[in-house]
């Protein structure tokens, strides 16, 4: 059953994306690992929502309004409650020292690998490729330039950073460099390209996959993927290099909530 938390803070990070901070009793429900995913309930509808920050008393999670339920939760306030349940899923892989690491985030895609990028700075060099259409739509990018990270913005439109798709960065970082080990998350069509030219490069590395979920913990089936039938609830929403090379769907179709492709 969700539990009901107090939302403490609404940030406006983006034109389009907000924040929401909420208390979190980690000796009841744990730490959750980034790349873990939360179900919230407004009390009419509930939605899985990736963890973009996590502390042992407090959790964030970071939503764009993209539709009626999105739009519900851009109408909440401090102090306004709100269901929660999980946390759920497979993690992001963090056990590393001393390697040097590459994470890439699109638009709100980069809500799980902030989280992940700061776990990872505690015994890594991280380099962060934060790509948004506009310099408007960049998240997290004052934060992560205040770290210790190396952040590398890009924008489709060229007004902040690189001009050009996160896959065009990519190309232009590994001119120079290269990774032990890469993150990536965001739209699909960014991620099929990152992922040919990681492939083409030899860098391994972990994606986090987004379908249409129900029940979050593995019994309706409404997230499987094809072929596996793998479902993006448990054995996701993070895989690794090898097991996206057997989900035959990926970058190419998914499902809607009559389990149609498109």
Known sequence: MPHIVKIKDVIDETPTIKTFKFEWDSQKYGIPNPGEFLMLW???????????????????????????????????????????????????RTDFTDKKLLVIGGGVG???????????????????????TTKYELLFLDDLEKSEANVYPCTDDGSFGFEGYASDCLNSLLED???????V???????????????DAGIPADYSLERYMKCALGICGQCCVDNTGWRICVEGPVFDSQKIREIDEFGKYRRDAAGVKY
């Open 42 to 92: 407004n009390f009419k509808d509930e939605k899985p929502m990736s963890i973009s920050n996590i502390s042992p008393d407090e959790l964030s999670v970071t939503v764009k309004n993209i539709g009626t339920f999105t739009s519900q939760l851009h109408e909440l306030n401090i102090g306004d409650e709100i269901g929660v349940r999980g946390s759920y899923g497979n993690a992001f």
């Open 110 to 132: 980069m809500a799980p690998v902030n989280a992940l990028t700061k776990k990872l700075l505690e015994s890594n060099n991280v380099d962060v490729l934060l790509a948004a």
């Open 177 to 183: 460099t290269t990774y032990d080990y890469a993150f």
């Open 185 to 199: 998350c965001g739209p699909e069509i960014m991620m099929i390209g990152i992922f040919n030219i990681l492939e």
